[in-house]
């Protein structure tokens, strides 16, 4: 499920409805990241996921797979982690 929504990230209208999904308030933190680096609010959040698939140790895997196991929507829960860990990471650096 996880890998099927990362996979079709390239998908502007994908990506576009995941952050329309999220709390407005990481997405906002993600456009104004996405502005900062002149992208779409889109390319970098699906930069930042796939990021994350090639980066995160075991600890954040664990930390992710425990978020969505209690989530009712798996997928979108693991993105909105995932993005949020970007800009706390980002603001906290």
């Known amino acids: 499920m996880l890998g ?6 390239d998908q502007p ?8 999904c999220i709390d407005p308030i990481i997405s906002g933190q993600i456009a104004e990241r996405a ?3 002149s992208m779409t609010p889109g ?10 698939v090639e980066r ?3 600890n954040l895997w ?18 909105q982690t995932i993005l949020q860990w970007v ?6 650096a």
Do not use: C, W
Request: hydrophobic letters at 50%.
């Open 62 to 79: 664990f930390q992710l797979m425990t978020h969505m196991k209690k989530a009712e929507d798996p997928g979108l829960v693991a993105v």
């Open 43 to 52: 390319d970098f959040a699906a930069g930042a996921v796939r990021e994350f």
């Open 87 to 92: 800009v706390t990471e980002k603001d906290s």
């Open 56 to 58: 995160a140790d075991d």
């Open 13 to 20: 209208h994908v990506v576009d409805e995941l952050l329309a």
């Open 4 to 9: 099927e929504l990362i996979a079709r990230m």
């Open 35 to 37: 502005a900062h680096h």
